[in-house]
Structures are given as C-alpha cells and as structure tokens.
C-alpha cells in the first residue's frame, strides 16, 4: 500500500516542540502500532493539530475525539498545495481507508457527492449520499467523489474548479435540440459569464468537453500534477502549430492550477467545528420492560447536546418470543433500530446492565459494521445507578449526559409498558 503521509513526529515529541508546518494539508493521527485512527484536513497542519490540545477546548469534545485522543501516540501528514486539494484529498483518502473515528463521513447519508454523469456531454452535479442510496437521483452516473461533510466548503471548491474547468450542469446540448430549437438556440446564463463552454451554443465538440471533463475527474482524485503535465504538451502542440490564442488559454489554465485562489476556504473553522460537537452530541439509551415476560417492550431515548430531544424517543413492541430475556430483547431492539439509517447514528450507545448487555450491543455494532462506544449502566439492588463500563475517559467526560439518558430509558420504558398493559387488560 502506497504511505499515506510524507512525515510524521511522535505525539511526546509534538507536545514538545510542534514541528508541523504551517501549510495546508491531510493530517492523520495514528495510534501505539502505527494504525490509521482519524484523517482531517487542515488549512495550517501546526495551527489545526495543535487545537486538539488546546487546554479550555477538552470539554467541548466529542466523545469519537476524546477516544481518539486517548489512543493518539503519532501525528502524521501530507502537504497539499492549496486548502482546495487538502479539502478533495481528505475526502478520498477517508473513502478508501474508513478510519474508525472519521464515522460521520461514513455514515450521514445527508452529505454531498460531486456526481458526473453518463453522457455524450457530462454534467457535473450535486447530490445527496441519501438521494444516491434510495435511487432518487436516477441520472446515469460514471463518477461519483465524496461523501464531503461540509456542503457550503464544497460548493465554494466547485466555484473554483469551474473558473478553470467550465462544464455544463443544467443546459440541453446543442445537438440535441431539434432544427427549429437550434434556430432559436440562446447561450445558457453560465456559458454567458464563462462557467459552461457553450455546449448549448455547439461552441465546444464532444471530444473537446471529453477533455475537460477528464481533468475534473483526475483534480478529484488528487492527480493535479497528471492534468499539469497534459496541459503542457497541448501548450507546445498549439504553439508549434501557431495557434497562440490557444496556447494563452492553456497557459492562464496551469498557472490557476499552480496559484488556486481559494480564500473562501481559508477560514479555520476548528472553533466551529467543536462547538458543533457539544450542541449535536447524540446519545442514545436503550431499555426493555415486561412483566414476567408478557407485554414486553422496548424504547430508545435520544439526549442531544445534553438535553432530551423527545422527538427522537421511540417505541418498539417486540416481535420474538422473548420470555423475559432481557439480552435478546435487547438485540431485537438494537437490530431493529440499526436498519433505520436514515436516522442520524449516535455518538454514544447506552444500554442499561453489565457486561452481558454490553457484548450484546457490541456484537450487534460489529454485524452493521459500525464502531459506536458502549457505554454500560450498572444498578445495584434499589436498582440505582453503582457504575458504568465503557471506555474510561468517555464515562468521565460524558458521565450526567449518560445517566440522564438513562434515566429518561427507564422512565419511558416503564411509561410504555404500562400503557399497554392497561390497553391489553381492558373489557373488550
């Protein structure tokens, strides 16, 4: 496998004397055996890894960060040349590599993709993942790029791809209008301010888009220095042919992609970016109710940024013959709740119990491919809470949040099973 990062300093040695450069680039953190644990991208590497251990930023954590941390013992990275390529390179280095903490941009199906589609003359698109996976984006698709976590990021780096790579994304080609169409044929608002290259005048063949297009699909996948290289044998082919005007053309194209202008991405949204962590963090906490085994139940209570979002509880009636085992009901519970991605997966699973609850839960995370923490609620006889089993610094950074979910679990569980109890004793 091709190494991912061109340096990388031991975590001691980077709390010593912070190396990194202030360039943009892809940082990695990785842990004790040198295994990938996180990707990120950065408009300074010094100035972003140097944040994670900013003393008065550790509470804002989320709890994926404060894991993450606690195994971090490398910082590895790769210079990019601009923010633009570090934003393109991150995306594509977490697609391919999945690292268990980079779990949003695996799993929010709400995210953009950069889709290009199948056709004489391509458009290029944006999607939503949710739109790709339940097929209501339909169009003939021959690349898709991302997910990308941040849309309005994305939308600023396709503003600039399409200053030196014009392409169509809404207008009907030229060559398929029909005779009286093309009399009557208008350049669409892009090609009038130079973001399409006319392909709805016929100002551009279908080889010559093909060309265009190509870059784009190598600027994704973070082979700049292929498009350069291409570029300048057409350079030299024009100018040996005295086509100047083209020549100019290709020169201005090279010199944009070797000074790209993208201070739209050059704010530094790390401060955002945990703040976002600390009003979002999910919690979910599950519990069943039966009474001797009839009526049995199960609830899932959400705690978002440290407050119930009641709107998310919800109620399971269970389906298998369960007889008071409270593990397999738990498992159904779990399973049932999984299949629903188009909920936004938590960032923390509380179930209520010891170990033999928390292998349930892990079990079940590790057949949906998922790495979602644990966190064990253990009660002692007055059946109040005596411990919790989980990854230590999560249970103490998150402790009252994992209680008050919970509580609120037990509290609806029972609310629940009560109603119908009620429901089922009742005259008929």
Known sequence: MKKLWTDIVTLEAFHKKNRLPEVPGVYFFLDAKKRLLYIGKATSLRDRAKSYFTQGLGGMRGPKIVLMLERTRFIAYQRTDSVLEALILEVSLIKAHQPPYNTDAK????????????????????????????????????????????????????????????????????????????????????????????????????????????????????????????????????????????????????FGLRHIQDMALLKDDQQLTVSSQQKTMRIEAYDVAHLGGDASVGVMVTIQGGKPDKESYRKFILRGAHNGNDLSALEEILKRRLKHSEWTFPEIIVVDG?????????????????????????KNAKHQPERLIGEEALTKRFKKEILLANSEAHRFAITFHRKRRSKEFMPG
Do not use: W
Not at 111 to 125: A, D, K, S
Not at 129 to 145: H, S
Not at 176 to 202: D, W, Y
Not at 354 to 378: C, H, K, M, N, W
């Open 107 to 254: 799993d929010d199906k709400s995210y953009q993709h950069v889709v290009i589609t199948r056709e004489r003359f391509p458009r290029v698109l944006l999607v939503r993942g949710r739109d790709i996976e339940q097929q209501k984006f339909t169009e003939p698709a021959k690349y898709i790029f991302g997910p990308f976590p941040s849309g309005s990021a994305l939308r600023e780096a396709l503003k600039i791809i399409r200053k030196l790579f014009p392409y169509r994304d809404r207008c009907t080609p030229y060559a398929e209008l029909s005779l009286k169409q093309q009399a009557k044929a208008r350049p669409c608002f892009s090609a009038q301010i130079g973001l399409c290259p006319g392909v709805c005048m016929g100002s551009v063949s279908a080889r010559e888009y093909g060309r265009t297009i190509n870059h784009i699909r190598l600027f994704f996948e973070g082979r700049k220095h292929m498009i350069i290289r291409g570029l300048e044998r057409e350079m030299q082919t024009a100018a040996k042919h005295l086509a100047f005007e083209r020549a100019g053309d290709i020169k201005k194209t090279i």
């Open 354 to 378: 010891a170990l033999l609850q928390y292998d349930v839960a892990a079990e079940v995370l590790r057949s949906f491919g998922l790495t979602i923490p644990i966190v064990g609620v253990v």
